[in-house]
Nanobody
Framework: EVQLVESGGGLVQPGGSLRLSCAVS????????MTWVRQGPGKGLEWVSG????????SYTDSVKGRFTISRDNTKNTLYLQINSLKPDDTAVYYC????????????????WGKGTLVTVSS
């Protein structure tokens, strides 16, 4: 059984930081790229960041560059997203998503999703 379980969300003031985690089980974690996708209130799904299977290549959407850092620990089967300098527009449910590819390319289909963790940025 494949499971992706996000954690670390919460209520944070603008300018604050959070560290999201995604615990993965039921698959060979180190073989696959992983991504973070978010959905803000009243908005569609937005790809946020990706990381290749080895953790040697990362990519980000323009709106989060310089503020978000994606990483992974393949010995712990865990994906992370460090979020700094939070803005109200970052408010969203953040989903951990598995790619079918080793590369973090957004063109590669995604096959497993977590249930998400809610990040709320408000003063």
């Amino acid at each position: 059984e494949v499971q992706l379980v996000e954690s670390g969300g919460g209520l944070v003031q603008p300018g604050g930081s959070l560290r999201l985690s995604c615990a993965v089980s039921g698959l060979t974690f180190s073989r696959y790229a992983m991504t973070w996708v978010r959905q803000g209130p009243g908005k569609g799904l937005e790809w946020v960041s990706g990381i290749n299977s080895l953790g040697t290549s990362v990519s980000y959407t323009d709106s989060v560059k310089g503020r978000f850092t994606i990483s992974r620990d393949n010995t712990k089967n865990t994906l992370y997203l460090q979020i700094n300098s939070l803005k109200p527009d970052d408010t969203a449910v953040y989903y951990c998503v598995k790619s079918l590819c080793a590369s973090e390319s957004t063109a590669c289909p995604m096959d497993y999703w977590g249930k998400g963790t809610l990040v709320t940025v408000s003063s």
